[in-house]
């Protein structure tokens, strides 16, 4: 039977777990291993200056989210002088999406101390060997599938904006493509930092100052004390029944687990399999509920659980499962990342202020210190106390249709987590239902939805990464198509 299994983004991050694996390591340092690697190999979707959350499922025991989202700045800073938003547009083929960057669009980060934090907690390995791989790939430089190139391709208007961004992802005067390798010694030099000192360096000493310096001089807000100030929390996750199985996920202040709750238990009130129908005005339902109202409760102590009872009577995501039953799932992401890079540190910063999807009320307008609401959801079904399904997404605001509709395709429809994670999706926003090719298009406009049609699957609909467990201790897992994911197992 295998040792244990890592669902990732990329091929490399996921070998980057399963050799921790291998190592001796268990389901969370793979999990680390994996991030860290996936900071080289998919470089504008996470990083140093990214945040996340981390869901980990012990056998038997109580499940625990680490919460190290990106926090609002501001502590200190001098906020007439907060330099604009810049918006680009991204365009998805079938589809646009606006995204702001720039310094003031950065948020406090904090991945450095997420996965350290989980290390000390969890992991079995010593930082050092989780990083010193990712180091190595950083430096050596990793080729671009098509995935990352289509990414890159995408955020060009972003990658190219500042002269230390271009340097990187246009290093030859053309943007890189498919097959070119890309570098980052600074980024090889953090990773070696990281290993030998963990998250000091990051919020209290010289990579936080250069960070907090470089944007005061540009007009971000981030400043040394946000950044000396952050902290990891650990919070009991939302939990909901699903099909006689319960469904574990990260709780407020990050919003997607209880919205998707939320659509879950509503689905389970209806017969097996949901139609789509069904799917749409179930998520339907949990958008709705994302008003002023909910967005202000996630700030509140026990919000989760009201929330529910009174109803109910640019991402990347790796999921991972040992042979000893200790499950993690763990989501990071930098936005569409802010073309911020910080010379001398290896840290390009997210644009979680410009995210419309994170700032739903105005931007700018949350205190200093505040969560963001993130729609970053690593969640995991449980049978009797362990992990079956341990699973997650990047996409946005899409991220909640992306689990749903996974979780529904192994639970309702008997898929391995391959075909789930395949199977055509669709996603309800604004009065619009966007699908792939194979949804009932014709059950949804006969309900009178309108319905925007794509071409092909795309990344627009997520990147679900999951792993499965069978309760005869079998181990399966699923890389999602749509953002060049894999899996990898260890030996």
């Known amino acids: 039977m295998a040792r244990g299994v890592v669902a990732a983004g990329h091929p490399v991050s996921a070998q980057a777990g399963a050799d921790a694996l291998d190592a001796g390591g268990n389901a969370v340092d793979a999990a680390i291993a994996a991030v860290l690697a996936s900071f080289a190999a998919e470089p504008l979707l996470t990083g140093f200056g990214a945040g996340g959350l981390m869901l980990v499922v012990p056998p038997g025991g109580d499940a625990v989210c680490l919460d190290f989202f990106v926090e609002s700045p501001g502590r200190g800073a001098d906020h007439d002088a907060r330099a604009e938003l810049v918006p680009w547009e991204v365009d998805f083929g079938d589809a646009a999406q606006v995204f702001n960057a720039g310094p003031a669009s950065a948020c406090t980060y904090g991945t450095a101390a997420g996965l350290a934090h989980a290390s000390k907690r969890f992991g079995r390995l010593p930082l050092s060997e989780l990083a010193g791989p990712a180091a190595l790939l950083a430096r050596d430089g990793v080729a671009l599938n098509a995935e990352q190139a289509y990414v890159v391709g995408i955020l060009e208007g972003i990658v190219t904006s500042t002269a230390e961004s271009t340097a990187i992802f246009s290093p030859a005067g053309d943007l890189l493509i498919e097959g070119q390798s890309l570098r980052q010694p600074e980024l090889a030099d953090a990773l070696e930092l990281f290993g030998k000192e963990g998250s000091a360096p990051f919020h209290t000493g010289e990579i936080a100052a250069a960070v907090a310096d470089w944007l005061a001089e540009r007009g971000g807000i981030v400043t040394r004390e946000d950044l000396a100030s952050y902290e990891v929390v650990e919070r009991k996750p939302v939990e909901v029944a699903y099909r006689g199985k319960r469904f574990l996920a990260t709780p407020p202040p990050s919003a997607g687990g209880t919205l998707i709750a939320l659509t879950l238990a509503r689905l389970d009130q209806q017969p097996a399999p949901p139609s789509a129908v069904a799917l749409v005005e179930a998520m339907q339902e949990a958008q709705q509920a994302r008003d002023g109202e909910f967005l202000e409760g996630l700030t509140r102590e026990g919000f989760a659980e009201q ?30 990342s802010s073309g911020v890079v910080v010379p001398g540190t290896g840290v390009h910063l997210n644009n979680m202020l410009g995210e419309q999807d994170l700032n739903p009320e105005g931007f700018h307008k949350h205190p200093p210190g505040r969560r963001l609401p993130s729609m970053m959801t690593p969640a995991a079904v449980t049978e009797n106390g362990r992990a079956s399904l341990v699973i997650g997404s990047a996409g946005s605001n899409r991220i909640r249709s992306a689990i749903v509709q996974t979780v529904a395709g192994v639970v309702d429809h008997g898929m391995t987590v391959s075909e789930a994670i395949a199977a055509p999706r669709l996603h309800p926003e604004d009065g619009v239902v966007y699908c792939e090719p194979g949804i009932d298009v014709e059950a949804l406009e006969s309900e009178g939805f309108a319905v925007a049609p794509f071409r092909s699957p795309n990344l627009f609909f997520g990147g679900v990464q999951a792993v499965s467990a069978a309760s005869d201790g079998s181990l399966d897992g699923g890389g999602d198509p749509r953002r060049g994911g894999a899996v990898a197992w260890a030996k």
């Open 307 to 336: 929330f529910l009872s009174s109803r109910l009577g640019s991402t990347t995501h790796v999921s991972t499962l040992d042979a000893e039953g200790l499950a993690c799932s763990v989501t990071c992401s930098n936005g569409s």
